[in-house]
């Protein structure tokens, strides 16, 4: 049973709740023409219609917790419309939850992207140094499966699995290709089947699929390269020179003005904050630039 994020409310009371809201999650569900193949891509085997009636019963539910909260605190410093404020600000925060709630999916699909494609060239090196060696084909997807590589063992225990329950290799290996979210492990599955269908020699197979994704690894590389100077650019420009800057400014302006030391003090705080603040965004996006074929 899957946990949505930003909830405080345990899975089962979700699920349960979720029923009074299904005729409301039906007409909302053609806004997000995709959640059901991000459900499936992220290994959620819950209906697009069932998830969404529980991403809007535990946004309802964090809508009102927020309400009662924001409410009660507005009204304890006694700030006028007191109710119309906290709910206002409750509603904006319970649509951005509703929001991520319903991406959360496809959060998951990408982390798994990330997960599969870092494993990729190890486990096909680790695949072809196998067959050379005169290792059978379904010892080699045991070893995979039984092996530490991630999210990438995961697939290939799922096509162990199926080959015991009767299915041939060609087809349990099409199946884990073909709700898998990422590129790049499909493209090298389906190289494997069409060479496993044709007859071909599988070495010549696995060692094409490995000098494709080299190649791919060197343009994945080469483009990460070139977007590191713009944001290293940003990132002087951001973190070290405005802020610089402007605590220089800041010291003039309370000298000349006259500028209380409570609203200084605020100020520099909040100059502190933000670069903070960017700091944290800029190690964000470098992480999430960074190629998905280089191992961690």
């Keep these: 049973m899957i946990k949505l994020p930003y909830t405080f409310l345990p899975p089962q009371l979700i699920t349960k709740g979720s029923r009074l809201v299904q005729k409301p999650a039906i007409k909302i569900l053609p806004i997000f023409p995709f959640l059901s193949l991000n459900l499936r891509q992220a290994g959620i085997k819950e209906k697009s219609e069932k998830y969404m009636a529980m991403c809007i019963f535990a946004s ?118 073909s709700n898998n979210p990422s590129t790049l492990f499909r493209r090298a599955i389906w190289q494997i089947v069409n060479g496993m269908k044709a007859g071909a020699e599988m070495r010549n197979v696995m060692s094409e699929i490995i000098n494709s994704l080299g190649e791919q690894q060197m343009i994945q590389i080469q483009n990460y390269g070139s977007q590191l100077s713009p944001l290293a650019m940003f990132y002087m420009l951001a973190a070290v020179i405005v802020p610089s800057l402007s605590v220089t400014f800041i010291i003039v302006l309370s000298s000349f003005m006259g500028l209380g030391t409570n609203l200084t003090k605020v100020v520099l705080w909040s100059l502190l904050g933000m670069v903070i603040f960017i700091q944290i965004m800029f190690l964000g996006i470098i992480r999430s630039k960074r190629p998905n074929l280089l191992t961690s």
């Design 60 to 177: 309802l539910m964090f809508f009102v917790f927020l309400s009662l909260i924001f409410s009660f605190m507005l009204f304890a410093f006694k700030v006028e419309n007191a109710i119309i404020i906290g709910i206002g600000a409750s509603f904006f925060f319970s649509l951005f939850v509703f929001i991520q709630q319903v991406l959360y999916p496809k959060i998951l699909s990408r982390k798994k992207i990330r997960s599969l494609e870092q494993n990729l060239l190890p486990a096909l090196q680790s695949f072809l140094v196998q067959l050379n060696s005169g290792v059978p084909l379904f010892n080699i997807l045991t070893n995979i499966a039984a092996g530490d590589y991630g999210d990438l063992s995961k697939e290939f225990d799922r096509a162990i699995k199926e080959i015991n329950a009767g299915k041939s290799q060609v087809e349990a290996l099409e199946e884990i290709a």
